[in-house]
Structure formats: structure tokens, C-alpha cells
């Protein structure tokens, strides 16, 4: 049987569970895949699936590290930063769009889980997350860039958009992720920020930061 490959090279197994439990998961949902449903998307044996994965349980829990693990990092490290905070959201949003768009794993099945209490060992960090982009967000309002709307209401419009694109990428891992986050980040700036004159020179420190 022959394993499949990507761009020449032979893609590991475990990799092959996760990209292939991550788009049943979003088919069908968590609770609606099975491990024997993995496995044969992945052509190996349920015992070959358990040896590099515990349980569902463990890929999904994996799935969720990647979705939220670097991306709280990088989120925390904007808001605890120096300098605008919009620049540093625009820059917060590029790093986690196009990280999204290349993204070999259809994420979709991450946020209808996050809740359950299978996963409550994962909720802090995308609770951390939340709060560091909201964190960014109010900075911002108080030092006057962004207009001053509801940051609750901000982060959660965020959140919607960003939701989008993972449904419209859904693990196909797109070539242009780079112009796409810039557009989409353009877009959420552009709707907070209060003097619009401002907006090229924040993006331009952007990609200079």
C-alpha cells in the first residue's frame, strides 16, 4: 500500500492521522467520527492509529494545541509589546491569518469542542487567546487609534472573520495566505481604526516591526 505524498516527499504517519482526522472531524463532526473511520482514511489499522494516538480524544486535543497554542503566543507577545497598538494588532493578525491559510489541518471542528468538558484542559489557552487580543484592542481605543466601540464586541467580530477563513481554507494550506491575511487584517483595521489617514503608515510599520 503506498503511503501518500506531498511535493515528492512521503508524508509520516502521524501526520497523515491528524490532516485526515481533522477533516472528518469537520465533516462529521468529533462526536461523529470514529477511530476506524481514521484509520481508513489513513489506510493503516486501528492498532497502527492507537500506536501514535491514545485515543480520538489525543488527536483532537492536538488539533486544538495547533490551533491555539502558537497563536496565543504570538498574540501575548504583541500585547504585552511597546509601540502602537494597532500596529500591533495588524501585525497579531497577519501572523495568525496566514497561519490559518497555510495550515495543512481543516480546523473547523476546534471552537464546537473547545467546550467540552473532554477538553478542559485546553480552555485556558484559548481563554488566553481571547484575552490578549482583547487586550491589544482596548489599548488601542484608549490611546486613541481605534474608535471607541465595544472591545468585547471587537475581539469577537475577530474572531468571526478569522472563523470564516478557516472554513474557507479548511486545511487546503493555500499558496497566497500572505496577501490574504494582509487584506483581511486591512479590513478589521480599517473598521477600528478612527483616522483612516493613518492606516498605511501603521501597516507599513507592520512588516517593519
Known amino acids: 500500500m503506498a503511503s501518500p505524498e506531498t511535493n515528492g516527499e512521503e508524508v509520516p504517519t502521524r501526520e497523515r492521522i491528524l490532516r485526515e482526522a481533522s477533516r472528518l472531524f469537520g465533516k462529521k463532526g468529533f462526536h461523529g467520527t470514529s477511530t476506524r473511520e481514521i484509520a481508513n482514511a489513513v489506510e493503516i489499522r486501528q492498532p497502527s492509529l492507537f500506536h501514535h494516538f491514545p485515543s480520538k480524544r489525543d488527536i483532537m486535543a492536538e488539533l486544538i494545541d495547533i490551533d491555539h497554542s502558537e497563536s496565543a503566543a504570538v498574540a501575548e507577545r504583541e500585547a504585552a509589546a511597546e509601540g502602537s497598538p494597532a500596529c ?41 487567546l481571547k484575552r490578549a487580543r482583547r487586550s491589544i484592542i482596548e489599548q488601542a481605543i484608549e490611546s486613541g487609534e481605534f474608535l471607541e466601540v465595544d472591545a468585547d464586541l471587537a475581539e469577537k467580530a475577530i474572531v468571526w472573520i478569522m472563523q470564516g477563513d478557516i472554513a474557507e481554507t479548511a486545511g487546503q494550506a493555500v499558496p497566497e495566505a500572505d496577501q490574504i491575511a494582509q487584506q483581511l487584517a486591512t479590513f478589521i483595521l480599517r473598521a477600528l481604526l478612527k483616522d483612516q489617514d493613518q492606516l498605511a503608515a501603521i501597516k507599513a510599520d507592520a512588516h517593519c516591526g
Open 88 to 128: 500591533r494588532l495588524y501585525r497579531y493578525l497577519v501572523w495568525d491569518i496566514s497561519f490559518i491559510c497555510r495550515c495543512p489541518y481543516d480546523l473547523t471542528s476546534v471552537e464546537g469542542v473547545i467546550d467540552d468538558p473532554l477538553f478542559a484542559d485546553k480552555l485556558e489557552r484559548r481563554n488566553a
